[in-house]
């Protein structure tokens, strides 16, 4: 289990997230902050298949305007429920994509499992922040170093390098979070 801590680089954002990888990969979370224009405070768990691909995520959010939650799975056959209805739209996904944290970056790195200069497109379940909409969202990763990874947008045209460690687990993510501690003493 890796217990990290991110601050948000242009915001008032702490984010503490657990991270468990046996026997399949597992993600908790809470922000604290600004979530994209919503002050107030997010949690999240997801859980994953033994391939590395999402199974399910649950999350609420706690704001002064809203308390909400919902859920997302993926059935066997590929097919996903948002909070309990079928959403064809995301048939493509295997990953999710919360908007408002690095933690799930992981998700594809740890899955394809990229040789260095190997690149990857896939589509991800991108929960959006602060409306919470989901959308597929089509994601494009390239191992440049052992610990580099460059991640695209190519919806919207944004890309960013991602330093990990040893894990996969986003180390800085420049312009938006940096890791402040984690329980590895990396930091």
């Given at each position: ?30 922000i604290i902050g600004d979530l994209q224009g919503l002050r107030g405070a ?78 990857q497109e896939l589509s991800a379940v991108w929960i959006r922040f602060p409306d919470l909409t989901v959308h ?52």
């Amino acid at each position: 289990m890796t217990h990290i801590f991110w601050r948000h680089t242009q915001g008032q954002s702490l984010e503490y997230c657990r991270f468990t990888f046996e026997p399949h990969t597992t993600i908790s979370g809470t922000i604290i902050g600004d979530l994209q224009g919503l002050r107030g405070a997010l949690t999240y768990t997801v859980q994953c298949r033994p391939d590395g691909s999402t199974h399910w995520v649950q999350f609420r959010i706690l704001s002064e305007r809203e308390d909400r939650s919902g859920t997302l799975r993926r059935g066997e056959n590929g097919s996903w429920l948002v909070n309990d209805t079928v959403d064809p739209r995301l048939m493509p996904c295997h990953d999710v994509d919360i908007g408002v944290t690095p933690s799930t970056n992981t998700l594809p790195i740890r899955r394809l499992r990229l040789d260095v200069g190997a690149s990857q497109e896939l589509s991800a379940v991108w929960i959006r922040f602060p409306d919470l909409t989901v959308h597929p969202l089509v994601q494009r990763y390239t191992r440049m170093a052992p610990n580099l990874y460059r991640y695209e947008s190519l919806t919207s045209g944004f890309q960013v390098t991602l330093q990990v460690d040893r894990h996969g687990i986003v180390q800085d993510y420049p312009g938006l979070w940096c890791r402040v501690w984690d329980t590895e003493g990396s930091l």
